[in-house]
T-cell receptor, first 113, second 114 residues
Framework: AQSVAQPEDQVNVAEGNPLTVKCTYS??????LFWYVQYPNRGLQFLLK??????LVKGSYGFEAEFNKSQTSFHLKKPSALVSDSALYFC???????????FGPGTRLSVLP | EAQVTQNPRYLITVTGKKLTVTCSQN?????MSWYRQDPGLGLRQIYY???????DKGDVPEGYKVSRKEKRNFPLILESPSPNQTSLYFC?????????????FGPGTRLTVL
């Protein structure tokens, strides 16, 4: 069965500092991996995805994510956090030949001014 | 504007009173899906559809029904709602049924069952 873990419920970081939001997954084969962001009272917005190839994926709003196959991780990163990055972040996985998506429980990011 | 719309956005109802939450997308997407979001549990997939007349259960299908008679619409039906179905519901769509296609989400429907 597929599963996604986001080990931190909450991440706090000072504005201007680098941020990391962690994600690990369990799925057979080589999955597709996604990050989404949810702002208050809004639906989820797509940030970036890993398909294959380069382990560092660049996405929207300056975010990037690093795929590590041996550690089955897909951590979200940003070199310099903004207060406006404060939101709920979800990691998701889809098996390469599957139809359903599995989401992690979410990590709330707070960027402090 | 390309979008996924849901209606209603907010709904308070009573146990046992049948309800339907509508979902529509204007992007000609093949894949559509319903999720519920609960604190600490993230998003859990209820049902998904790979195309017209093709639907399948997600992780938490009990108590829900869906249909896909037209490509653009994917309504979620609660035949006899119960308080444990109080949740925030999201509809989503993606271009193709399989592969690395990201999903586009609707704005959500907050349902309260008393």
């Amino acid at each position: 069965a597929q599963s996604v873990a986001q080990p931190e419920d909450q991440v706090n970081v000072a504005e201007g500092n680098p941020l990391t939001v962690k994600c690990t997954y369990s799925v057979s084969g080589n999955p597709y991996l996604f990050w989404y962001v949810q702002y208050p009272n809004r639906g989820l917005q797509f940030l970036l995805k890993y398909i294959t190839g380069d382990n560092l994926v660049k996405g929207s709003y300056g975010f990037e994510a690093e795929f590590n196959k041996s550690q089955t991780s897909f951590h979200l990163k940003k070199p310099s956090a903004l207060v406006s990055d404060s939101a709920l972040y979800f990691c998701a996985v889809r098996a390469r030949y599957g139809q359903n998506f599995v989401f992690g429980p979410g990590t709330r990011l707070s960027v402090l001014p | 504007e390309a979008q996924v719309t849901q209606n209603p956005r907010y709904l308070i109802t009573v146990t046992g009173k049948k309800l339907t939450v509508t979902c529509s997308q204007n992007m000609n997407h093949e894949y559509m899906s319903w999720y519920r979001q609960d604190p600490g549990l993230g998003l859990r997939q209820i049902y998904y559809s790979m195309n017209v007349e093709v639907t399948d259960k997600g992780d938490v299908p009990e108590g829900y029904k869906v249909s896909r008679k037209e490509k653009r619409n994917f309504p979620l039906i609660l035949e006899s709602p119960s308080p444990n179905q109080t949740s925030l519901y999201f509809c989503a769509s993606s271009f193709l049924a399989g592969g690395p296609n990201e999903q586009f989400f609707g704005p959500g429907t907050r349902l309260t069952v008393l």
